[in-house]
């Protein structure tokens, strides 16, 4: 924002003549001469009316509310019922109403989330279980990446203003758009993770169809595809559980884009969690050692980076403990903790891996959901917007390019 | 588009046309000046915008909290004119004279002082009303760095030859990612009404392209009948800014301020920038606002640091124990 202060010097309110001294002669009395003169105190008095008032009560409490007073921008937010972790922010905006707007996003993008992560996890287990071996672990993991891949895809094309169009993503490869970025990651991957889940279709096929029949020679190939392409879909993988967090954060949604250092470790852990849950449910215990100890480790780190995101997000953390996104994220943090928990315990017993993989897949699915309407509800409110701006004005001045 | 990132293409000054490969021959770049100080809230803006946009009129009714009934900038709105009234004298507060901008020139402006008030202004009389009232139509800024156009993953909104920013219809498929992206809260996926065109795509002021192609000046500017809003090219309309900012200090109007107009701020400069009397917040503008993707090759090396974690847990799990 500029302030006058900084405009130069040059230029006499006279010399404005050209293609504008129709508006000034028309509409605006100030090019007419006539006495201008307005006393020193006079301006700091209005000066000071407009100076920001981040954490200031009252000082422009007008401004926001038009004359009527019938709403407050700085009271939104406020009385909602839950805990306020600050103290409620004075904040000026236009009749309380938002200044970015939310995404049209629903449901399907937060459960895209959460099924991208459960995919990526489940190729790169296994991958391991393929080279550990570990046959279950690996089928089972190959058969939920493909089916979890699947419904992201319906998810991804369902959400579009325009599915028929969906295809329009293929025609550019833009660096700038982490959609964009991802669409061509999860086409990589998914080319991997099918030639894997193909693979493992064929192992299931009866035998002497490998020595018989129209299907001998493809399957003849077999060896030479199945373990290269899961591990190839488990090097890729990793990138399709993290490059969402970059999507949302490359948002001006207010929650979101705050949260953009931790964020992608947050949905790091939090794939592993829910993808080493599933693999204990569908794996054998004595195959799910690797997985029970991932789970353990992923939960941890999403606990631990989630901490961490919340404290470097200032006020903009505060979605994440109101209303929905509120109840999401403790829900959460409760099934995270529970299925860890669960899973250090759950060593050879069935009953305890199956309750505490569904724990951890639940508490993934919870943190997905929270961080999606936590953002949802920062972009609703202008607080979010106006509050950390100013208060990187007051500390830091206005962002400008150095150069 | 290019491929080309050049040192500022996430942010800095630049020409945006020049950075998206437009030759040397380009017209230069072309925005609006829009000037509230001399807003009328007459609305022709927001109105030539949708007859020439053919751009859907729906859910105007008032907000019951001011003049304002079209509410926001959105999909089937690409002009909005705020109205803000304050309980605040037009200029000056320790008297003097009064240069308001409403004293001279009768410009029909709506008033509400009690009654009497209206003459004892015209005759000078010192009593006059707190209150004031602030007028603006904002558009889309058609920024330097357009966040917007940044994010697109299908290459639907792009760069025009004048520098702007336009959304292509027939190519964008509504995937909604602009939408959170722009920092001004411009640009929506049309939901309505049935029947409309364009629904379940991006929708946002086009700076009147068609018009531009023709040489014509767009709508919204043509129709202002004080001049509020200029158009021109951006470089003679900063200097045309400059100017007038300085007329209304030297008239002692210090609230004005110019917003979006230096080329060194968050989004690089808007094309389209504003002279204001209050602070941006106080019109629902962002007071500081930064392109997202001023962050985004550090959002990309978390990311990467994140999936590199990833992969080095899931093998430490494997070689890390037997059983
Ligand atoms: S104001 Fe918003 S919609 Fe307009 S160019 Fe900038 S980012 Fe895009
Ligand atoms: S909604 Fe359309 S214009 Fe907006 S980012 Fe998606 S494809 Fe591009």
């Known amino acids: 924002m500029t302030t006058g202060r900084e405009v130069g010097p040059e230029g006499d309110p006279s010399e404005d003549a050209h293609t504008h001294d129709q508006v000034n002669a028309t509409t605006d009395p100030l090019a007419g001469g006539g006495d201008n003169a307005v006393g020193r105190e006079g301006l700091q008095g209005v000066r000071s009316q407009t100076n920001a008032t981040v954490g200031t009560r009252g000082g422009r409490r007008g401004s926001g509310e038009g004359g009527s ?169 990793p990138a399709v559980a993290s490059y969402t967090a970059v999507l949302l954060s490359d948002t001006a949604t207010p929650s979101w884009h705050s949260a953009y250092r931790e964020l992608p470790f947050v949905f790091v852990g939090s794939a592993a969690a829910a993808s080493s849950g599933m693999a204990m449910i569908t794996a054998p215990t004595s195959e799910a050692g690797p997985a029970r100890r991932l789970a353990v480790a992923g939960a941890a780190f999403e606990l631990v980076m989630e901490h961490r995101m919340e404290q470097t997000m200032g006020i903009t953390a505060e979605p994440l403990h109101q209303g929905q996104a509120g109840r999401l994220m403790r829900a959460a943090k409760a099934l995270t903790v529970a299925g860890a928990a669960g899973s250090l315990l759950a060593g050879r017993s069935r009953a305890l891996s199956v309750l505490s993989g569904a724990a951890l897949m639940a508490g993934s699915a919870c943190t997905r959901f929270g961080v999606f309407e936590a953002g949802q509800a920062s972009a609703k409110d202008p607080k979010y917007t106006v509050v950390p701006q100013r208060e990187r004005l007051e500390r830091e001045g206005p962002v400008r390019h150095p150069g | 588009m290019s491929w080309t990132i050049s040192e500022n293409s996430f942010w800095g000054p630049l020409d945006p046309a020049a950075d998206a490969g437009y030759p040397e021959d380009r017209p230069k770049r072309k925005g609006f000046f829009t000037d509230t100080s001399i807003c009328i809230g007459c609305k022709a803006c927001e109105v030539a915008c949708k007859e020439w946009n053919d751009v859907p009129s729906d859910h105007f009714d008032m907000t019951a909290t001011s003049y304002d009934n079209s509410h ?229 090396k978390h990311a990467v640091a994140a999936a590199g974690t990833l992969l080095a847990g899931a093998a430490v799990a494997f070689l890390g124990g037997r059983r």
């Not at chain 2, 392209?209 to 021109?232: E, F, M």
């Not at chain 2, 900012?245 to 968050?266: C, F, K, S, W």
């Open chain 1, 69 to 237: 007073g019938r709403r407050r921008g700085g009271r939104r937010g406020g009385g909602r019922g839950d805990r306020s972790m600050v103290p409620e922010a004075e904040f000026t905006s236009y009749y309380g109403r938002p200044i970015v707007k939310p995404s049209p996003w629903e449901a399907d993008i937060p459960a895209y989330l959460f099924a991208g992560g459960l995919a990526a996890g489940s190729s790169i287990l296994a991958a391991g279980a393929d080279l550990t071996g570990r046959p279950t672990m690996r089928r089972s993991g190959r058969l939920v990446s493909i089916g979890a891949l699947g419904f992201s895809m319906v998810a991804l094309v369902h959400d579009l203003g325009t599915p028929s169009r969906f295809y329009n993503m293929l025609r550019v490869a833009k660096p700038t758009s982490p959609m964009s970025m991802g669409t061509w990651i999860l086409s990589a991957y998914g080319a991997f993770a099918g030639a894997a889940t193909a693979a493992e279709a064929a192992r299931m096929l009866p035998p002497r169809w490998r020595t018989r029949g129209p299907l001998r020679r493809p399957l003849a190939l077999l060896p030479y595809v199945d373990r290269p392409a899961g591990v190839l879909a488990a090097v890729v993988a």
């Open chain 2, 72 to 300: 926001s900038l959105n999909s089937n709105q690409w002009r909005h004119v705020a109205f803000i009234e304050q309980p605040k004298r037009l200029v000056t507060e320790g008297g003097g004279q009064d240069t308001g901008l409403r004293g001279t020139v009768d410009l029909g402006m709506p008033t509400v002082p009690p009654t009497g008030a209206a003459e004892q202004l015209a005759n000078g009389a010192d009593d006059r009303p707190d209150f004031r009232w602030l007028m603006s139509s904002d558009v889309c800024k058609h920024c330097t760095h357009a966040a917007c156009l940044d994010v697109c993953p299908t290459g639907s909104l792009f760069r025009t030859e004048f520098g702007t920013v336009v959304v292509q219809d027939d190519i964008c498929n509504g995937c909604g990612y602009c939408v959170p992206a722009c920092p001004y809260g411009v640009i929506e996926r049309r939901k309505g009404p049935d029947g409309a065109k364009n629904v379940g795509i991006a929708q946002k002021c086009t700076l009147c392209y068609d018009r531009l192609d023709a040489g014509k000046t767009p709508a919204c500017a043509q129709a202002c009948p004080t001049q509020s809003i200029q158009y021109g090219d951006v470089e003679e309309l900063r200097e045309r800014a400059n100017k007038r900012v300085e007329q209304l200090h030297d008239a002692g109007i210090m609230d004005a301020r110019l917003y979006g107009n230096d080329p060194t701020d968050g989004v690089g400069g808007t094309g389209a920038f504003f002279l204001l009397l209050d602070e941006p917040e106080v019109y629902g503008f962002p007071p500081d606002p930064v392109v997202t993707t001023k962050d985004l090759p550090s959002m990309y």
